[in-house]
């Protein structure tokens, strides 16, 4: 069926929840998706001269049918597409990849064994498990071998006792030194059991073994011993005291946050249970820009095979609100699905965050650092997605009480010089910041409402002022109403020795001090911009000042002298110019050229 022929047929179809079913040219499902209303929803996609994101649009261009299942409520035709989509995987639709492979924690068949995580049983080894997570496989592991000192090295003992010195984990005390040939076989397998016991979660039995164990060896003046296992005590008490901090309100919570970067996107999952982080999932989205439906479409599809906590935390709500419904019902107990606005809640929801943007850098390939700071710059102005497009606007004042404002534009983090703008005040008289960023920020959204092309037709994702909390609520009092009233704006606020130090929006102020990337990046924006206000100023004042020559020529005002020196860069270029050499200066007539020429030459063409 062509393109027409799919419109015509979605035109006639009811006004009614279901499901929608697109097929190729070979008859392969290639898409599954449910609508509230099946004739608005399909016909959408077939519409003449409708616009569509890169993937939807390679999905139209493959469709070559469709069919759909009418159902009784958009609820039922959300579990309707669930189901289809397991069935099926269609190429278009987000899938999530099954990994749930068995983890295992290995304690080697050896003198002196060693902890360690696999993936398979592969020989008589003792093993614990299996586990679903490797990641709580890894960090069990990885916590064992800290607190208990185990050593990680490649040597083999005893065969390696005293061969070499020890390494500098056994100096930063994160390893007991197994290679000094100091401590028994006997006491190190006792060591063993305790980390096996604490991976085992029986923390409470562990600390009363090991203090009966530190008494006996204090009595036999085995100080060295009874030293390491104090260390080992102290730093298990140390682990349980910064978990208690959560273990109680943490007992069965997912967190879920999504990051975005151009045409990618990734979803990342904090499970914890019992108080404890015991799992991280991430899912890495190719070709997908829309992070609203990316989160809407894995919500479905994670609960649909994942057994639902008790709490399930998200950085947005869902924009179907049928799927809270679906969640809820996926569990035979009370589901809590909501957003984190504040709180300790919200610190791990940007955990959860910062995980899926360092997923997304390494999955993309995006090593660049001016790229890695805009997702964190994201993340902490509570922006939806890294900006694209940033523009910053500094005023610079004149002596003589007149103003001009810079406008430089950083693109994916770098900058565009060939979007730089300037802008000198036509309606505020002497000095005054306010009204001056005020006329700027007017100017330019004019530009855009107007249809201009260049960088004016581009809508910024993010605008930095120079300036505090005056310069932002003067700004943002002007841009309400406007088509950049959704534009987020931050001014940039300096110490007393002028020096970034933090970020003003909305909401109060913004500390990046502490946040170095993202203090360097800012501090860049701020000082380029600033330095281009400057230049444009002196550049003006200099042009002015060589301009009152020109101004007394008859015709010539201001704006034509500024266009003369524009073009020729110093008055002695204009009197060394030809007559057709004037003329091609903007606004200048032939009039204009013959006066400017015999004002500075005699009648025989020589200069006065």
């Avoid at 916590?143 to 061969?163: E, H, N």
């Avoid at 102005?381 to 500094?394: R, V």
């Avoid at 201009?452 to 109403?481: C, H, N, R, Y």
Wanted: hydrophobic share 35%.
């Amino acid at each position: 069926m062509t393109r027409q022929e799919l419109y015509e047929k979605a035109r006639s179809l009811p006004l009614l929840p279901g499901v929608y079913i697109i097929r190729d040219k070979n008859d392969e499902i290639i898409y599954i998706g449910k609508a509230k209303r099946l004739k608005i929803r399909v016909s959408q996609y077939f519409k003449e001269g409708a616009e569509h994101l890169p993937k939807v649009q390679r999905m139209v261009d493959n469709a070559f049918s469709f069919d759909v299942i009418v159902t009784n409520s958009e609820f039922e035709a959300l579990t309707l597409e669930c189901s289809q989509i397991k069935l099926h995987s269609p190429k278009y639709n987000i899938l999530l990849k099954d990994d749930k492979g068995y983890n295992f924690i290995k304690i080697s068949k050896e003198p002196f064994p060693r902890i360690t995580a696999e993936f398979q049983v592969l020989d008589d080894s003792k093993y614990l498990g299996p586990y679903m997570s490797s990641f709580a496989v890894r960090e069990m592991v990885a916590t064992a071998q800290q607190i208990f000192r185990l050593p990680t090295c490649s040597r083999v003992f005893p065969r390696d006792f005293g061969k070499e010195r020890p390494c500098l984990n056994f100096h930063i005390k994160k390893c007991m030194g197994v290679c000094r040939g100091k401590i028994s076989q006997q006491d190190y397998n006792d060591i063993i059991d305790s980390a096996v016991k604490f991976i085992k979660q029986d923390t409470d039995k562990i600390i009363e073994v090991l203090q009966q164990n530190m008494e006996e060896a204090a009595e036999e003046l085995n100080f060295e011993k009874a030293a390491l296992i104090r260390d080992q005590i102290n730093a298990i008490n140390k682990l349980s005291a910064g978990q208690n901090v959560v273990n109680d309100s943490l007992q069965s919570h997912d967190f879920i946050a999504v990051a975005g970067s151009g045409k990618n996107c990734c979803v990342a999952v904090l499970r914890f249970r019992q108080g404890r982080l015991m799992d991280k999932k991430e899912h890495v989205f190719f070709g997908e820009e829309n992070i609203k439906d990316v989160r809407d479409e894995f919500l479905v599809q994670f609960y649909s095979t994942e057994q639902p906590p008790k709490n399930v935390l998200l950085d947005e709500m869902p924009m179907d609100e049928d799927i809270v419904e679906y969640i809820q019902k996926q569990s035979k107990t009370k589901v809590n699905v909501s957003y984190v606005q504040k709180g300790e809640n919200l610190k791990i929801i940007k955990m959860a965050y910062t995980n899926a943007v360092d997923r997304l850098a390494r999955e993309s390939g995006r090593l660049d650092k001016s790229q890695r700071f805009l997702d964190e710059l994201a993340n902490m102005l509570g922006l939806p997605q890294a900006p694209h497009t940033i523009e910053s606007y500094d005023i610079s004042n004149w002596g003589d009480g007149t103003s001009v404002a810079g406008m430089v534009v950083f693109e994916d983090g770098k900058p565009k010089k060939s979007g730089y703008r300037t802008f000198k005040m036509r309606t505020v008289a002497g000095t005054d910041d306010y009204a001056s960023m005020q006329e700027t920020l007017s100017r330019r959204v004019a530009e855009f409402e107007k249809g201009t092309g260049g960088q004016f037709g581009i809508k910024p994702d993010v605008i930095f002022l120079d300036g505090g909390k005056g310069q932002l609520s003067s700004v943002l009092e002007i841009l309400a109403g406007t088509a950049f009233r959704d534009v987020p704006v931050f001014g940039m606020v300096k110490d007393s020795k002028h020096r970034t130090r933090a970020m003003v929006g909305r909401d109060g102020e913004i500390a990046i001090a502490m946040h170095k990337g993202i203090f360097k990046f800012v501090t860049e924006i701020q000082d380029e911009v600033h330095r281009f206000s400057i230049e444009y100023q002196r550049r003006s004042r200099k042009s002015k000042s060589y301009a009152v020559t020109l101004t007394k020529i008859p015709g010539i005002g201001e704006k034509k002298a500024e266009n003369l020196m524009r073009k020729f860069k110093t008055v002695a270029n204009v009197k060394a110019a030809e007559m057709n050499d004037l003329i091609e200066a903007d606004g200048i007539s032939y009039k204009d050229a013959r006066n400017i020429y015999y004002y500075f030459h005699d009648e025989e063409g020589n200069l006065k």
